[in-house]
């Protein structure tokens, strides 16, 4: 079992930064994926970014330029942060972890993040 902490959400205001963090723990292989997606009401959970443990990124074209995504593999710590939001970024955010051989995924609680106009 795996067991994520997430934190950093909040209320911000249009062309604000919020930095999302989220640690692991529990039994975690070195090889594995983490990331974040978000849900808006009434819509689907999409991917925001990833990070594989090799490095490799991947963004939604929503985000190119505006999030970064990072991790500190002797934290077992991935970090989002988000610059110039806008108010179409409101969602609650969610941590991701995926064991790569295994294909397990965890997800972590959800932290809300609200841009307002």
């Known amino acids: 079992q795996v067991q994520l902490v997430e934190s950093g959400g909040g209320l911000v205001q249009a062309g604000g930064s919020l930095r999302l963090s989220c640690e692991a723990s529990?039994?975690?292989?070195?090889?594995?994926?983490m990331g974040w997606y978000r849900q808006a009401p009434g819509k689907q959970r999409d991917l925001v970014a990833n990070?594989?443990?090799?490095?490799?990124?991947k963004y939604a074209d929503s985000v190119k330029g505006r999030f970064t995504i990072s991790r500190d593999n002797a934290k077992n710590t991935v970090y989002l942060q988000m610059n110039s939001l806008k108010p179409e970024d409101t969602a609650v955010y969610y941590c991701?972890?995926?064991?790569?051989?295994?294909?397990?995924?965890?997800w972590g609680q959800g932290t809300q993040v609200t841009v307002s106009s």
């Open positions: 991701n972890f995926i064991m790569v051989i295994s294909g397990t995924g965890y």
């Open positions: 990070i594989h443990s090799d490095g490799t990124t």
């Open positions: 529990g039994d975690i292989f070195s090889i594995n994926v």
